[in-house]
């Protein structure tokens, strides 16, 4: 059964804490970036050798394996965001429905060991682009959809907190 989505705009943890995942925003940066993601790898890993890691806590949350899921098509799209800010004056960045995408790739049965490969070699990926970029361009613009506009060390800032909730998430 399909998850209520999400409606909310998440771009407010790049002006107050979150509550609920405590993470420290202030110090995210590009640079601290391939640290985190590196740190988080091995308890995702964890998470998905869990032997209820498919089985949801109810009926409006998603199983960790649907969490890693996302996390691994968040490792990749926000890579090809970060590099089209890095390559793009003025990036622009198409919609992403991440509900839609949960119940096109039916994250919901995927196979928890290539899950697990997967999210790692994206993991690795974005982790390697933020690893490139120079401070000097952490003052690059891209725009979302909706019109939200991020900087190279914004986007850096929001798609850690969304990793590191996540992970959060599903008590990793």
């Not at 949801?56 to 965001?81: G, I, K, M």
């Not at 999210?119 to 979302?144: C, H, M, N, P, Y």
Request: aromatic share 10%.
């Amino acid at each position: 059964m399909p998850i209520i989505p999400d409606e909310k705009d998440w771009t407010w943890v790049l002006t107050r804490p979150c509550p609920e995942c405590s993470f420290d925003l202030p110090s995210a940066t590009p640079a601290t970036a391939p640290a985190t993601i590196g740190n988080m790898l091995p308890r995702w890993r964890a998470v998905l050798r869990r032997p209820e890691v498919a089985e949801r806590p109810n009926d409006t949350t998603w199983s960790p394996l649907e969490y890693a899921c996302h996390v691994r098509d968040v490792f990749a799209l926000f890579d090809q965001r970060l590099n089209l800010m890095l390559e793009s004056d003025d990036a622009r960045f198409e919609n992403w429905d991440q509900d839609r995408t949960a119940v096109e790739m039916d994250y919901a049965n995927a196979d928890p060991a290539v899950v697990s490969a997967q999210l790692t070699a994206e993991g690795e990926q974005i982790a390697e682009s933020f690893a490139g970029v120079r401070e000097s361009d952490w003052g690059r613009k891209g725009l979302r959809s909706n019109g939200s506009e991020f900087t190279v060390l914004t986007l850096a800032q929001y798609f850690l907190h969304d990793v590191v909730h996540h992970l959060h998430d599903v008590d990793g």
